[in-house]
């Protein structure tokens, strides 16, 4: 039954990662889009791509976290005590990108406009990072069962977890400059097309340069990981 319900995890956890993340690049392309004139054509497609599903990305979330509550609840328990730093920052992003994607539209004068969306673009920023370093503490042990055991700060300020954060950024704006690119060829914006398709690729190169960084990260603060990747993983590291 747990591996069941482990294999229930994975699945929204992967449903999550790609949907939540690309909604999560989304808004790191609206931040760096530059001012209102330049950015205007590159911001519209943001909300277009995502206006229709911007939250509903989260009921993948809440699926997850609702199955390992009743599934691991001892893990359940020590996550969220010893990493309730990072969360709640993660959980504030969430609500502050929603009232600024929300609020954007609606702010009467420009100024509160350019403070709504700046507010949406620096949340879609955090908060994968800080989902990121909460995965990166996890993974590399620093979770003790247990209410509270791990250290409230060094179990998710250390190099693994840093680094998954910003892979999970980095990853979160590959999807996002994906599904742009597919939303501009079918308004019929070749411009805007090649404008995501640049960000695409440089957003994959960081990816990778990040995933190949974590190797040697990996050495050093996480052996057993290392291990499992060019062990009986490695086929699949090299896919």
Do not use: Q
Not at 157 to 176: D, E, K, R
Request: aromatic letters at 12%; one cysteine or more; charged letters at 15%.
């Amino acid at each position: 039954m747990s591996d069941v319900i482990a294999v229930v995890l994975f699945f929204g956890i992967t449903a999550y990662a790609l949907f939540g993340g690309a909604d999560f690049g989304a808004g790191f392309w609206d931040l760096i889009a530059g001012g209102a004139e330049r950015g205007k054509k590159a911001r519209n497609v943001v909300d277009h791509s995502i206006g229709p599903v911007w939250e509903a990305n989260h009921v993948w979330l809440i699926f997850v976290l609702v199955v390992l509550w009743t599934g691991f609840s001892s893990a359940f328990e020590a996550i969220f005590s010893t990493l309730f730093i990072p969360l709640s920052l993660a959980a504030l992003g969430i609500v502050l990108r929603g009232a600024g994607f929300a609020f954007h539209r609606l702010a009467p004068r420009a100024r509160e406009r350019r403070l709504a969306r700046a507010c949406f673009g620096l949340s879609s920023l955090l908060t994968p990072f800080f989902m990121g370093t909460v995965v990166g503490a996890v993974a590399s042990g620093r979770v003790p069962l247990g209410n509270a055991e791990g250290d409230p700060l060094t179990s998710w300020l250390n190099p693994v977890s840093l680094l998954t954060g910003a892979l999970f950024l980095a990853t979160s704006a590959y999807l996002a400059a994906v599904f742009l690119i597919s939303d501009s060829r079918r308004s019929g914006d070749p411009e805007l097309e090649g404008y995501f398709a640049a960000r695409a690729l440089a957003a994959a190169l960081a990816a990778g340069a990040l995933a190949v960084a974590g190797i040697f990260v990996f050495r050093a603060d996480a052996r057993f990981i290392f291990d499992g990747l060019v062990g009986e993983a490695l086929p699949l590291a090299i896919l």
